[in-house]
């Protein structure tokens, strides 16, 4: 590549507070009932600073509020980022703007889907871009600077807010409000986009990620069904057996801390284990890794590590498009 040439980054707009406009500049929070969505394109054009950055390839896709994005939601921005990357070449990195409640999940599946050897960096924020002392363009700004940065090469997906970079693996939002809400509660950020220009990154994640891994799902329409059990005291196993009943090819256990269920749980856990069912034994405590004991191992039952039930699922996901054999299962457990 010429040292002349400017960095050009593609910015993919899904929506999100980073898009929104309220009523005015105090409505900080109703703006999800009442107010409306700037598209990829109008989103840059607000922020004309980004041109000092890198050249900007504005690409729109959708413009909705994050719950409303899922499985088959995360197939389709995975072909459009290989779209992309093949179409608007030559592409020095990506940006996906994107609404914070869901968007560890979807960075997380793109750290192990994507197939494209640059940068991609998924940015949010957590006031709407007409609020009062919005974050949103500070953190796409950010974002695009980081996605063009020579130094984010090789680091599988990130994501960006309150200019801290964060690994998708390890990333989770902590708190509904807050601006710091985006933390790696268990090895902590990898760097800063610093305000003068600087993409400062201090460690590399270890786990294979994007593009080395071995899902391939570009021909995917969808995913296998897998859902979350959330354990607390004397819950049994009724909504367990629900998911058996609706399809569930996987049950990721959102378990007591250090990784234990109710007697009522396991049971119904164990039951899905011989109808075939994939279990995953993830923590709901957010922080801390669930080791793989030998009645687990005895059992056919998987641990998650230190992943999130959230983000265990989206493993758990991928790993049934390859096999559902528990010992392969839970040795991509071990290396993602």
Do not use: C
């Amino acid at each position: 590549m010429s040292a002349q040439r400017r960095r050009r980054v593609a910015v993919i707009g899904t929506g999100g507070t980073i898009s929104s406009v309220g009523r005015d500049s105090l409505d900080v929070w109703q703006y999800m009932d009442h107010g409306k969505k700037l598209e990829a394109d109008e989103l840059v054009a607000e922020v004309p600073e980004l041109a000092t950055v890198a050249d900007v390839v504005p690409v729109r896709h959708r413009a909705v509020g994050s719950p409303a994005i899922g499985p088959r939601d995360w197939l389709e921005l995975n072909r459009v980022v290989h779209e992309v990357v093949t179409r608007e070449a030559p592409i020095d990195g990506i940006v996906i703007t994107h609404g914070t409640a869901t968007l560890e999940e979807t960075a997380y599946f793109l750290n192990l889907t994507a197939k494209v050897d640059v940068p991609i960096v998924v940015v949010g924020a957590q006031r709407p871009f007409s609020g009062l002392s919005t974050d949103a363009p500070m953190n796409l700004l950010g974002a695009v600077r980081v996605a063009a940065a020579a130094e984010a090469r090789g680091m599988g997906v990130l994501a960006l807010l309150n200019d801290e970079i964060q690994a998708a693996r390890e990333v989770t939002k902590t708190s509904t409000l807050r601006l710091e809400t985006f933390r790696s509660p268990d090895v902590g950020m990898l760097g800063y986009a610093d305000p003068d220009g600087r993409v400062a990154l201090y460690r590399r994640p270890t786990r294979r990620h994007a593009p080395d891994t071995e899902f391939d799902v570009r021909g995917a329409t969808d995913l296998p069904r897998v859902d979350i059990s959330y354990s607390y005291a004397g819950a049994d196993g009724a909504a367990i057996a629900a998911f058996v009943a609706s399809g569930a090819r996987a049950i990721v256990a959102a378990s007591l801390a250090p990784g234990v269920t109710t007697s009522g749980e396991m049971d119904a856990l164990l039951e899905a284990r011989r109808r075939g069912v994939l279990v995953v034994l993830s923590s709901r405590a957010g922080s801390g890794r669930v080791l793989r004991r030998t009645t687990f191992a005895d059992r056919g039952l998987v641990v998650a590590d230190n992943l999130t039930p959230q983000k265990a699922r989206i493993l758990a996901m991928l790993a049934l498009t390859v096999t559902d054999e528990v010992d392969r299962v839970q040795h991509m457990f071990d290396e993602y």
